[in-house]
């Protein structure tokens, strides 16, 4: 059965109670497990649960206290908290609604019921963020389209008034015209494909793949930007068998790798190193640039991770909002580790498959 797109954290003391939720759903979506409230909090950065299944009566932080700090640990997330509770009384629901639930399903459920009900919450989040990322994609192109328009626009009007210009000067006017033509086409291109993969109706085409020649073609294509900003790149490539559709992992790979260019002083040094640890292939891509600061860093690859979009920088970070959906669609994961001032890390993890 093909995974569907979905993460889910179980939240439930008892063990049995885990491993029946395991059982109705782990072939369909992507679980983590925890058993307590604390632990699921921990859990919240490095997993970013699309759907919580929540009990209620827990020892130490029940149900309502854990839902209520998922909440303020979320902030303005789509997550959807579903209650699970022996409790039956209407005071009972309140209280969980209160907290912040979105629905309550009483013990002992359906597993037919159970999956309905996740698949009706992982739609509505699906549209609730696709509503709230056309409206900011909007604003951001309202925002980001006219720096590019300058950039074309001046000098074609320039070119076209007739007045005599030397070579040099005509030179100059096409190169800004044409880097700010292809400018304005990748966010365009970055903006559709962002919406796509968030609808889930992107199309991957899968293949058994060695992913050092992935990461081998990205190296090639980042040569000349590294070059421009006087950027080595070390690489330590080892052999890696993997399942994926291989463009879109080298469109992964060359974001990592041109994010952590960019970010590189002139002169500087970017590793890139693939290894294998247990069933997993490992991509680490290492700068020491500025690095990022905490408090964007477990929403590094979110689309706006801005309170106003109109702050981004250049790229607006749609690459590597784009990437990390691409690695989940792969059943990966992606994960980033910085210290101001001292450099940043990406590291990639895929399954490997058997030769």
């Known amino acids: 059965m093909r995974r569907q797109t979905g993460k889910i954290l179980i939240v439930d003391d008892n063990l049995t109670n885990r491993a029946v939720i395991e059982e109705a759903l782990g072939d369909r979506y992507e679980l983590k497990s925890a058993g307590s409230g ?84 992982l739609r509505l989040k699906s549209v609730e963020e696709l509503d709230q990322l056309k409206s900011n994609l909007l604003r951001l192109l309202n925002h980001e389209t006219r720096t590019p328009l300058n950039g074309i626009i001046p000098p074609l009007e320039f070119l076209m008034a007739g007045e005599p210009l030397d070579e040099e000067t005509r030179a100059r006017c096409l190169e800004l015209a044409s880097a700010s033509a292809k400018r304005l086409q990748k966010l365009f291109e970055n903006s559709l494909r962002l919406c796509a993969l968030k609808a889930d109706q992107w199309d991957f085409v899968f293949s058994r793949t060695d992913f050092s020649n992935v990461v081998k073609q990205a190296v090639t294509s980042m040569a000349p930007l590294a070059a421009q900003k006087q950027v080595s790149i070390d690489c330590e490539l080892n ?117």
Not at 258 to 285: C, M, Q, Y
Not at 297 to 310: A, H, K, M, P, Q
């Open 38 to 121: 604390e632990e699921a909090l921990a859990l919240l950065s490095e997993f970013r649960p699309d759907i919580v299944l929540l009990d209620i009566m827990m020892p130490g932080m029940d149900g309502y206290e854990t839902c209520r700090r998922l909440r303020a640990n979320l902030g303005s997330s789509y997550t959807k908290v579903i209650m699970l509770s022996a409790k039956t009384s209407v005071a009972e629901r309140l209280a969980g609604y209160e907290a912040g639930a979105d629905d309550y399903m009483t013990k002992p459920f359906n597993a037919q019921e159970l999956l309905a009900k996740v698949r009706v919450y």
């Open 239 to 355: 052999p890696a068998l993997a399942e994926v559709d291989a463009g879109e992992m080298l469109s992964v790979v060359t974001a990592l790798l041109e994010n952590a260019i960019r970010f590189s002083s002139p002169g500087g040094r970017v590793w890139l190193k693939l290894s294998t640890e247990a069933d997993l292939l490992a991509v680490h891509v290492k700068d020491l640039g500025e690095g990022i600061a905490p408090q964007f860093l477990d929403r590094i690859f979110d689309e706006f991770n801005e309170i106003d979009v109109t702050h981004h920088t250049e790229g607006q970070r749609l690459s590597l909002s784009i990437a990390r959906l691409i690695v989940a669609a792969h059943s990966g994961t992606i994960h980033v580790e910085s210290e101001k001032g001292a450099g940043t890390t990406f590291t990639l993890r895929l399954p490997l498959v058997d030769r």
